[in-house]
């Protein structure tokens, strides 16, 4: 059974920081690219960030040099770092592996940027 549990979001000022978690079991997390992804009300989910098992990275335009997507093999985790904040990056976070066709979802977690 594949579980993503994400955490470390929450309220914070503009130009704060965040460091968003995300525990992933019941796949072999080595082998598997990861990503962040957004998703605000009325909106699709979109991708924030992703990493490849290489270590390969990619952003989307709106959060590159500010976001960074990190991996932990020997936890099984990824993290990204949010920093320099801005009120339009409030939305739910989720993170979610590379396993198509099938999709695996966690609960998200919610980050609001006051300003």
């Known amino acids: 059974q594949v579980q993503l549990v994400e955490s470390g979001g929450g309220l914070v000022q503009a130009g704060g920081s965040l460091r968003l978690s995300c525990a992933v079991s019941?796949?072999?997390?080595?082998?598997?690219?990861m990503g962040w992804y957004r998703q605000t009300p009325g909106k699709e989910r979109e991708l924030v960030a992703s990493?490849?098992?290489?270590?390969?990275?990619n952003y989307a335009d709106s959060v590159k040099g500010r976001f960074t997507i990190s991996r932990d093999n020997a936890k099984n985790t990824v993290y990204l770092q949010m920093n320099s904040l801005k009120p339009e990056d409030t939305a739910v976070y989720y993170c979610?592996?590379?396993?198509?066709?099938?999709?695996?979802w966690g609960q998200g977690t919610q980050v609001t940027v006051s300003s």
């Open positions: 990493i490849a098992t290489g270590g390969t990275t």
């Open positions: 979610k592996p590379d396993t198509w066709p099938v999709n695996y």
């Open positions: 019941g796949i072999i997390f080595s082998r598997s690219a």
